[in-house]
Structures are given as structure tokens and as C-alpha cells.
């Protein structure tokens, strides 16, 4: 919200950094060369935020559903549902329209303090930070415009940043993974309004967490249906996307947007 690609990029490139656009974002700069990025002072001053590129699109991708939904002076809100340590959730408050805001929720209340970290490093005012289970958030049905279940996974998308994370997933967390996933796009689903568009993400691979999540959506959340919110390099992967690594460069992420009907379930009124 406070700066410019252009600006930005100047500014890196006289810190020595190798600057380049990015591949999927059109305002996202691939930066080398420049060490901790954390202790850049565009960073420590809230004028740009190091993310991954993959993110940075299931980001833009929520904002963009929000945007279709009640334009650019709509009042809205955005559930998280899984925010720390709230790289996504601050790039949408960063873009969201007029009014609106968005509810960062995480159920390890050490990994919120990064999200209002991030809050007061871009003095954000449109975030609401919630310690909850996901699973069991209080709030009231239909209340989001927009849900994103950026649900804990095995993360066997960000090897190249975390190789050694290959040494702590076992075939069978698979189940135990997806059953969580599941158990959080329930509770989004619940508190999305009909119309409002719920947002699936994943920074892995594995079939149990993507192809099976998404053929089990189809077959328990019929009022759910798959909308594209993402284009090339993007692979179409059953009704969701995936992204490899190999891709474009990035992590490697799977994502499915599901848009709730707009129809009232019968026995719903008066
Ligand atoms: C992939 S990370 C989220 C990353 C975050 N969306 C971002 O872009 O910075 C998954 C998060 O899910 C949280 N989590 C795990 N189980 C949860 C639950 N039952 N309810 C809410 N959050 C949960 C973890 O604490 C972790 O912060």
C-alpha cells in the first residue's frame, strides 16, 4: 500500500540486489542477492513483504473473487482461517476494498504474535486477529464473503527451501493431514455467506491432499462449486490447480475455489 514496484525495485538494486519481475504476479519482484531480506529497511519499514511468488498469487486470487463479488467500494469481510504467520492474510488486508476486513485465525496462539508482527510492521487496520481452531471458529453462519483454508499440510511443495522437511513427513501423516484439512474446509464452508467463494490452498503435492480433498468436497459439499481463479502456468489438477516448482520457479501449490450456491437449503426459512 505504501510503495511502488518501480520505486522498489530502484531501491533494492542500489542495495545490491539482482531485481527482476516476477513470473505469475504482475507487481512481484524476484529479488537475489540481497541476504536476510527481513533486515532490508523496505521490509523492517512496511514498504514490501518477502513472500513466495505462489503465495503471493492465492493471495491476489482471494482478493480477486472479493472484488468480483462487491466491487472496489464493496464492504466485505474475509475469513483466514489458518492465518500465521499471516504472509497471505496481509497481502489481501494490503488489497482488500473500502471497508472491508479480514479475520486472521490460527489455533497456536506463539505463531499469531508473527501476525501482529506483520500488522504493525504495515500498519494495517482491516485485520482482526482470532486464537481459535479453525475447525471451530465462533462466528455465525454466512458471515464471509470470502474463506481461505491455507490448511496445514505436509509442505512437500517447499523442498527446495526446507529439504529437510522430506525427513519428517511419513506416508501415513498423509491421512491424518487431509482429515484436518477436511475438518477446516467444513467450519469455511459454514461460515461462508451463499454466493461468497471459499479458497482452498495447499503448499504440497500429494494426491491425498489435492485430488482426494477435491473428490470428497464433490461428493459431501454439493452447494460447493469449482470456479477457475488461476491461469497458465497453473495446471489444471482435477476442479483445482496445481503449480510446480519447475513451473515458473516458485513453490510448488495446489489451490481449488469453490463458490457456494446462492440457493437457501430447504427448511432454512421462516
Ligand atoms: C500453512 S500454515 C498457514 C500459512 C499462512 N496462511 C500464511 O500465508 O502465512 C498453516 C497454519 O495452520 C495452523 N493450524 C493448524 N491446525 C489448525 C487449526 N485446527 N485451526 C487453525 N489453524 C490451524 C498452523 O498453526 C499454521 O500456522
Known amino acids: 500500500m505504501r510503495a511502488d514496484a518501480e520505486a522498489l525495485r530502484a531501491e533494492l538494486e542500489a542495495a545490491g540486489g539482482s531485481v527482476n519481475a516476477g513470473t505469475i ?41 472479493v472484488l468480483r463479488a462487491r466491487g472496489e467500494d464493496g464492504h466485505s469481510v474475509v475469513v483466514d482461517l489458518a492465518a500465521a504467520p499471516g504472509g497471505k492474510a496481509c497481502a489481501i488486508a494490503e488489497r482488500l476494498p473500502g471497508r472491508s476486513m479480514i479475520v486472521a485465525a490460527d489455533i497456536a496462539q506463539q505463531r499469531l504474535r508473527w501476525v501482529t508482527d506483520a500488522i504493525a510492521r504495515l500498519d494495517l487496520t482491516n485485520v482482526v486477529v482470532l486464537c481459535s481452531d479453525g475447525s471451530r471458529l465462533g462466528l455465525r453462519d454466512g458471515v464471509a464473503d470470502a474463506v481461505l483454508v491455507d490448511a496445514p499440510c505436509s509442505g512437500l511443495g517447499v523442498l527446495r527451501r526446507r529439504p529437510e522437511s522430506r525427513w519428517r513427513i511419513e506416508q501415513g501423516d498423509l491421512g491424518a493431514m487431509a482429515e484436518r484439512q477436511r475438518a477446516l474446509l467444513v467450519e469455511g464452508a459454514r461460515v461462508l455467506r451463499h454466493g461468497g467463494t471459499l479458497v482452498y490452498s495447499v503448499c504440497t503435492l500429494s494426491d491425498e491432499e489435492t485430488l482426494d480433498i477435491d473428490s470428497w468436497l464433490a461428493r459431501e459439499h454439493g452447494e460447493l462449486e469449482a470456479i477457475r481463479i488461476v491461469d497458465a502456468p497453473w495446471r489444471d489438477h ?30 432454512t426459512l421462516g
Open 238 to 267: 482435477g476442479r483445482g490447480s496445481l503449480l510446480l516448482p519447475t513451473d515458473a520457479g516458485t513453490d510448488g501449490m495446489y489451490v481449488l475455489a469453490l463458490q457456494k450456491s446462492t440457493a437457501i437449503p430447504a427448511g
Open 25 to 65: 504476479v504482475p507487481e512481484a519482484l524476484a529479488v537475489r542477492g540481497v541476504g536476510d531480506p527481513s533486515v532490508l529497511d523496505v521490509v523492517a519499514s512496511g514498504r514490501a513483504s518477502p513472500q513466495d511468488e505462489a503465495s503471493q498469487a492465492v493471495a491476489e486470487a482471494v482478493v480477486g473473487a
